[in-house]
Antibody, heavy 119, light 107 residues
């Protein structure tokens, strides 16, 4: 079955960077776009950006432009989300999700990775 | 940028019908998607393209669309449907946008 498995929880100091991985299985990685979404405690879902699994093209939310970099390693069927200059407001659960192509929407989602930013 | 507006909360008794709305200008020419999120879990898509129910989603979940508003309807609500529900679409810049979420309480 299609599955996305993310890396484990991270604790970072303000100003540091974090890199979260998302390993895909059960489908051809290069045939789909992978999305990244985050959710701060008690807050709404917030879109961060996507990467095309085939050509590596990316699109980022304006809010994170300059701080986020999404990459992929097709040989490992894995996408990565790198967020720099972390601040306390970046404490959140970070999700990857497969774009639905013709169906649209995001499905499935990874299990989420909690990133805590604290001094 | 465009926004999607949802009511913060909806409450219904078991067996009743729950309706959750999502409003925004983007919805006039972009599809909406609905996600169910239970505490501590990742979201799950329950409606695609305004009205389509993905395989594996119970028939009691349905979607509709009219102008700038889309509606998620859960007919015959069950206790297990208690969750947060989010709508999602895209704005004119192909930027993904989410609604603020609606907490469905089953009384």
């Amino acid at each position: 079955q299609v599955q996305l498995v993310q890396s484990g929880a991270e604790v970072k100091r303000p100003g540091a960077s974090v890199k979260v991985s998302c390993k895909a299985s059960g489908y051809t990685f290069s045939n789909y776009v992978l999305q990244w979404v985050r959710q701060a405690p008690g807050q709404r879902l917030e879109w961060m950006g996507w990467i095309n699994g085939d050509n590596g093209k990316t699109k980022y939310s304006q809010k994170f432009q300059g701080r986020v970099t999404i990459t992929r390693d097709t040989s490992a069927s894995t996408a990565y989300m790198d967020l720099s200059s972390l601040r306390s407001e970046d404490t959140a659960v970070y999700y990857c999700a497969r774009d639905g192509k013709e169906e649209g929407g995001f499905d499935p989602w990874g299990q989420g990775t909690l990133v805590t930013v604290s001094s | 940028s465009d926004e999607l507006t949802q009511p913060p909360s909806v409450s219904v008794s078991p067996g009743q019908t729950a309706r959750i709305t999502c409003s925004g200008n983007a919805l006039t020419d972009q599809y909406a998607y609905w996600y169910q999120q239970k505490p501590g879990q990742a979201p799950v898509k329950v409606i695609s393209k305004d009205i389509e129910r993905p395989s594996g989603i119970p028939e009691r979940f349905s979607g509709s669309s009219s102008g700038t508003t889309v509606t998620l309807t859960i007919t015959g609500v069950q206790a297990e449907d208690e969750a947060d529900y989010y709508c999602q679409s895209e704005d004119s810049d192909s930027t993904v946008i989410f609604g603020g979420g609606t907490k469905l309480t089953v009384l």
